[in-house]
């Protein structure tokens, strides 16, 4: 059964309720849009750390925000999933779909996965809707992220103790056309007022 949504539902017993209050609504009260900054990049390229520092920046601004943060999600949501090729779909379509639901709500969503795969950011860019998505690329490359190794997982992939690890034994897609490509070596006090400019270019925040 085909949703006005565009989802789909296996039971047609099942249907989507309209509300009263509209996200129109909620946005108008927030004083801005709702939009989900979609960060992408290697382990260790830096993703927490724009994202977090973003998030401040905006907060300070009065702007309602929410980062929803790969190792965290992965304590609740989605601690039962690992990191096969079907495990990192499933991550990703829970948190896209939750992602969603906040951009609903009028919020700011920042997320920060490492989300590998080109078809699973697609699906996720789908689910929202042109404008909605922003695709960050976090580029740093690969041998910085190993230096900086602040977990020390990458010592632990090397050494074949970590399975599946992205960019040693498991792909890492690089977008092809993100709508923002960050240098991950730059400083984090020059990356923030790049995306505060993308987000006062697409008018989700006023300039
Ligand atoms: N095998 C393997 N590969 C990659 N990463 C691993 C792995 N095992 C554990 N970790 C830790 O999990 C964090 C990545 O989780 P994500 O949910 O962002 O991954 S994914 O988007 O589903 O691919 C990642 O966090 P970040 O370093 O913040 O990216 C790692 O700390
Ligand atoms: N632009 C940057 N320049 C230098 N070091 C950075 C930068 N961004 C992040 N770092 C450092 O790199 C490490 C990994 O950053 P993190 O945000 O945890 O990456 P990710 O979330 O992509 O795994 C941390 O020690 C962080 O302090």
């Excluded at 900054?37 to 300070?60: D, R």
Aim: glycine residues 10%; contains cysteine.
């Amino acid at each position: 059964m085909a949703l006005h949504n565009g989802s789909f539902l296996k039971d047609d017993n099942v249907v989507w309720h309209p509300h009263a209050v509209t996200r129109a609504d909620r946005e108008k009260q927030h004083g801005h849009r709702g939009a989900v900054l979609w960060f992408t990049g290697l382990s260790g390229s830096g993703k927490s750390t724009v994202a977090g520092a973003l998030e401040q920046a905006l907060h300070a601004q009065g702007i309602s925000t929410y980062l929803l943060d790969g190792d965290n999600v992965r304590h609740g949501l989605c601690r039962d999933l690992g990191f096969t090729d079907d495990d990192r779909r499933e991550n990703i379509r829970r948190v896209g779909e939750v992602a969603k639901l906040m951009v609903d709500a009028g919020l700011v969503v920042l997320t920060a996965f490492i989300s590998p795969h080109r078809a699973e950011r697609d699906m996720v860019r789908n689910l929202l809707g042109e404008g909605q998505f922003i695709e960050v690329f976090v580029d740093t490359p690969l041998a910085i992220c190993e230096a900086r190794d602040p977990k020390g997982l990458y010592k632990k992939a090397r050494a074949g103790e970590l399975k599946n690890f992205t960019g040693i034994d498991s792909e890492y897609q690089p977008p092809e056309v993100p709508d923002v490509h960050l240098n991950g070596e730059q400083l984090v006090t020059h990356l923030v007022p790049q995306l505060l400019d993308v987000m006062r270019q697409r008018a989700i925040i006023n300039p």
